[in-house]
T-cell receptor, first 112, second 117 residues
């Protein structure tokens, strides 16, 4: 296990289309987080899972966004009816206990 | 709610010079504090973390940070900067969330470090 994997690395989509991103955390990590990062900003919290349970969602996560973590393993983040304002880097991280988060390389979304 | 301020948006240093990146946090309880580094187009790599105990924390790549409760600060230092240290640096504070020992990270806006040869 070499770390947190995110797929795809880059996604270009037309406004109004749906997109789905995948995150594979480190296998022994029970917590998984999604963050969004726009240019010139630090990452902003979107949501987090402990095992398969989604325990917290940010108000940034509008009803167009949905995240799942079936069976407490990989996670998906779906954005429906994409808007240009959704263009950002979407970062996934996982953790166990009090260890620091391990981040993936991110998925860069461009909505045209 | 917790927050992090990184007062310096961009810092330029010469290779071999010392470095200090500033971080101030706001949090009502004992904070968990972190420094991450991000290279262009990449995810974030953990440099060091503070949970409790010794207020001077050693990290990877020769970095260290000092927690000063009285100043609500967690500044990152390195005695001699290398060209490969050029990147963006993020300070983060962890706030206890639901689920027991979990914490949620709140990040500052980052400091971009440029290293001159």
């Amino acid at each position: 296990d070499t770390g947190v994997s995110q797929d795809p690395r880059h996604k270009i989509t037309k406004r109004g289309q749906n997109v789905t991103f995948r995150c594979d955390p480190i296998s022994e990590h029970n917590r998984l987080y999604w963050y969004r990062q726009t240019l010139g900003q630090g990452p902003e919290f979107l949501t987090y899972f402990q095992n398969e349970a989604q325990l917290e969602k940010s108000r940034l996560l509008s009803d167009r966004f949905s995240a799942e973590r079936p069976k407490g393993s990989f996670s998906t983040l779906e954005i429906q009816r994409t808007e240009q304002g959704d263009s950002a880097m979407y970062l996934c991280a996982s953790s166990f206990g009090r260890d620091g988060y391990t981040f993936g390389s991110g998925t860069r979304l461009t909505v045209v | 709610a917790q927050s992090v301020t990184q007062p310096d948006i961009h810092i330029t240093v010469s290779e071999g010079a010392s470095l200090e990146l500033r971080c101030n946090y706001s949090y009502g309880a004992t904070p968990y504090l972190f420094w991450y580094v991000q290279s262009p187009g990449q995810g974030l790599q953990l440099l060091l973390k503070y949970f409790s105990g010794d207020t001077l924390v050693q990290g990877i790549k020769g970095f260290e940070a000092e927690f000063k409760r009285s100043q609500s600060s967690f500044n990152l230092r390195k005695p001699s900067v290398h060209w490969s240290d050029a990147a963006e640096y993020f300070c983060a504070v962890g706030a206890m969330g639901s689920g027991g020992s979990n914490y949620k990270l709140t990040f500052g806006k980052g400091t971009l470090l440029t290293v001159n040869p």
